[in-house]
């Protein structure tokens, strides 16, 4: 079996490297690997505090490639020889204001109401946990099975391990799918060249809906969503474990790894494909880390960047077989890339390779968007 995949984002090369390591032949295209969202990624594993009503089975799909996470990582570790600084200390939401805290305390009923345990606790009890939490924080909730990695560390494991494997990579750009006798047949590179096989995976985060070539039906109805983020770093303890904030509805996070950085996130924005890094969107990340966090001016800057999400109609990815026979479709992680990794690429590699799907993908094809679908 040949398999191209478009796009070395965490979803693709962990698709290529499980796919390859099941004995097929993985070309994966992609002009600059990990240089997407991937490497502007925080890297918070937590399946529930982005969840809300109505988006159960993404938090299942959540729930479930959380459970993956530690055998997927301590394999990939093993296979390279490299850390991908994962953690599973737990994730402390914490709330602001008497709102936010109303918001916390219905999220921790919608939590218990799925059997899912988060431990709420006193604003004290935030700051016992984190001594540097503003005296003002009201209330938190601590998650304590969710976690984070490095997904830059991630996504250059994953590069080894899917070329020892024997994937091969093309460092170019896909220009479109290449289809013969109405069924995928490989991918038309920027140059003109085409990389044929017999099946193809889109996994190309928001440029996904962009490739020349694809019938209507097969286009995936996926959008960017910009995000900035901001890394800083420290050489005292700051913060023991990734912490999200609610100040007065905005949401911040942070999330600190153990070498002193500290990944200070996100804004959303839609607008299109803009990844420029604007004063606004840093003053906003700012302005509510400090709140909660009045000492992270003292932080040292490190690093700016912008990524895009790919953004789905329900927020869920969009995975499975395409309209046109031999596409597959990979993309539509939006906010849950990393977090969605291990479980998409026992799902993706599977549907790919005739083998059995795992039962939790039931909800994510791309058909579901269909004209019938919507009709009904
Ligand atoms: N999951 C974090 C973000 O998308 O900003």
């Known amino acids: ?3 191209v995949i478009i796009g070395a984002g965490v979803v693709g090369l962990a698709t290529g490297w499980r796919a390859a390591a099941a004995g097929a032949a993985v070309t994966l295209v992609d002009p600059d690997p990990g240089g997407g969202a991937s490497s502007v990624a925080a890297g918070m594993l937590t399946p529930v505090s982005e969840v809300t009503y109505g988006e159960e089975p993404l938090l299942r799909l959540g729930l479930a490639s959380r459970d993956r996470y530690g055998a997927f990582v ?9 850390e991908t600084a994962y953690r599973t200390d737990g994730i402390l939401q914490v709330a602001f204001d008497s709102d936010d805290l109303t918001y916390l305390d219905d999220l921790r009923r919608f939590q218990e109401s799925l ?8 604003g004290r009890e935030c700051r016992k946990a984190e001594p540097m939490l503003a005296p003002g924080v009201r209330g938190g909730l601590l998650a304590p099975e969710d976690g984070s990695i490095d997904p830059r560390r991630l996504t250059a494991a994953l590069l080894t391990a899917a070329e020892k494997a024997g994937a091969r990579l093309v460092r ?5 799918v290449a289809v013969e006798n109405d069924a995928a047949a490989g991918v038309r590179l920027d140059d003109g060249t085409v990389v044929r096989a017999d099946r193809v995976l889109l996994a190309a985060g928001p440029w996904s809906g962009d490739l020349a070539g694809l019938p209507p039906g097969a286009v995936p ?3 960017p969503v910009k995000g900035q983020v901001m890394r800083l770093r420290t050489r005292v303890p700051f913060l023991t474990r990734a912490t999200r904030g609610l100040v007065k509805g905005s949401s911040v996070y942070l999330v600190p790894r153990a070498d002193g950085e500290i990944v200070l996130g996100a804004t959303q924005e839609e607008l299109g494909f803009d990844t420029r890094v604007t004063a606004g969107g840093l003053w906003e990340l700012l302005r509510d880390a400090r709140e909660l966090l009045p000492g992270i001016t003292e932080l040292e800057f490190a690093e700016v960047s912008a990524g895009l999400r790919p953004g789905s109609p329900d927020n869920a990815p969009v995975m499975g077989p395409s309209a046109l026979p031999g596409l597959f479709v990979g993309t539509g992680h939006f906010r849950n890339g990393v977090l969605l990794t291990p479980v998409s690429a026992d799902i993706l590699s599977a549907m790919l390779l005739d083998g059995p799907v795992p039962d939790v993908a039931g909800h994510f094809s791309p058909d579901r968007f269909s004209a019938e679908v919507h009709s009904r």
């Open 172 to 176: 170019r750009r896909a220009a479109g």
């Open 221 to 223: 109805p996926v959008r």
């Open 74 to 82: 301590a394999e990939l570790e093993e296979l390279t020889g490299l």
């Open 115 to 122: 059997g899912i345990a988060a431990e709420a606790l006193t």
């Open 1 to 3: 079996m040949e398999i």
